[in-house]
Nanobody
C-alpha cells in the first residue's frame, strides 16, 4: 500500500524557517490535489495549505504570508516552506492527497504519518 512520507520537521526557534517535504513511498502516478494539515495536542486538525493539480494554492489565514506550498511534478514531491515561525505553529504536520479524477484518470487518496514541528519561543 502506498503511503505519503513526510520529512523536514524538527525543532526551530521562533522566527526561524523549515521546509517540509512529502512524497509517495514508491513511484506512482499522483496528480492529486495536495493538502498540508497540522494538529497540535488537544486541538482539532487544521488545513494549512492546498495546491491543486493545476497549481492553484490556498492558505489558512493563520499562515498566509508566512507559508508557501509548492509541488515538483518531476519529483512527485510537495513542499511546505515555513518562515517566521511562531510557537503556535508547533504541531504534527502531515500531507494528504485527495482522491479524484484528474485529466480523466482516477487517482485514489493517500495519507502520511506526519512530521513533528516544534517552535521554541
Amino acid at each position: 500500500q502506498v503511503q505519503l512520507v513526510e520529512s523536514g520537521g524538527g525543532l526551530v526557534q521562533a522566527g526561524g524557517s523549515l521546509r517540509l517535504s512529502c512524497a509517495p513511498s514508491r513511484s506512482i502516478f499522483m496528480p492529486n490535489t495536495m493538502d498540508w494539515y497540522r494538529q497540535a495536542p488537544g486541538n482539532q486538525r487544521e488545513l494549512v495549505a492546498t495546491i491543486t493539480n493545476l497549481g492553484t494554492t490556498n492558505y489558512a489565514d493563520s499562515v498566509k504570508g508566512r507559508f508557501t506550498i509548492s509541488k515538483d511534478n518531476a519529483k512527485n514531491t510537495v513542499y511546505l516552506q515555513m518562515s517566521s515561525l511562531k510557537s503556535e505553529d508547533t504541531a504534527l504536520y502531515f500531507c494528504y492527497a485527495r482522491a479524484g479524477y484528474y485529466s480523466g484518470r482516477y487517482s485514489p487518496e493517500y495519507r502520511g504519518q506526519g512530521t513533528q514541528v516544534t517552535v521554541s519561543s
